[in-house]
């Protein structure tokens, strides 16, 4: 079955842990119904679109703490951000493209752990075949 990278990721809330969470598991499922060659293409275009939001303008938003630090963001936290940008879907990545203070709705600490979209497609070829995604 050969999937478009947006039908795949979605359309999802991103405002919460618990957002994150569903929204990774809904990824997570959706992966299961490729064939491996999806899966090693799923990847390509998720590095391609996390590449697509590596810019300065993204990268120099501040991240504020619960505690009301406002502190830059590390090289991980931006990778993560982006996974949460991408998480939200299409429509909201051409949006913070075009404007990106709209960014900063993705660099909250709440959000990190849009971080196992990086893994996903990996994992499942992986436990698919046995062998790791080259």
Aim: glycine share 4%; hydrophobic share 45%; proline share 2%.
């Amino acid at each position: 079955m050969a999937a478009d990278f947006w039908s795949v990721v979605g359309s999802n809330a991103v405002t919460s842990r618990q957002d994150v969470e569903a929204a990774v598991r809904h990824v997570e499922r959706r992966l299961r119904t490729l064939d491996l060659p999806d899966l090693v293409g799923f990847q390509d275009l998720l590095d391609r679109n996390l590449d697509a939001l590596d810019v300065s303008s993204l990268a120099s938003v501040q991240v504020a703490s619960a505690d009301g630090l406002v502190l830059e963001q590390t090289a991980d936290h931006f990778l993560y951000a982006r996974c949460a940008c991408l998480l939200a879907g299409q429509e909201e990545v051409r949006a913070v493209l075009e404007n990106s203070e709209r960014f900063s709705n993705f660099v909250a600490p709440r959000l990190q752990s849009a971080e196992n979209l990086l893994y996903l497609a990996r994992a499942e070829y992986q436990r698919r075949t046995g062998e790791p995604m080259r």
